[in-house]
């Protein structure tokens, strides 16, 4: 699991992710769904679209720095 956290921080791995959802997203692919339902059309677009916020809420949380202070608390008010 280590090597994925490694592997989620580098940029060559966010462009391969940004060049494969572009795709899920392209013409070519989303043309395959013309003949089907619409209701699997709409489900494929979800599912691509969740697995692509899912995929940047853990990169964004692998990548963040680490606070040394740990977590910020408001004194200002009283």
Request: contains cysteine; proline residues 6%; aromatic residues 16%.
């Amino acid at each position: 699991m280590a090597h994925l956290g490694n592997m989620l921080g580098k940029t060559e791995f966010h462009l391969f992710l940004f060049c494969l959802f572009f795709l899920f997203f392209n013409w070519p692919l989303l043309t395959l769904l013309e003949g089907t339902r619409p209701a699997s059309g709409f489900l494929y677009l979800y599912a691509v679209w969740s697995l692509l916020v899912v995929l940047l809420a853990v990169i964004a949380r692998q990548v963040r720095p680490a606070s040394p202070a740990g977590p910020v608390t408001d004194t200002t008010r009283k």
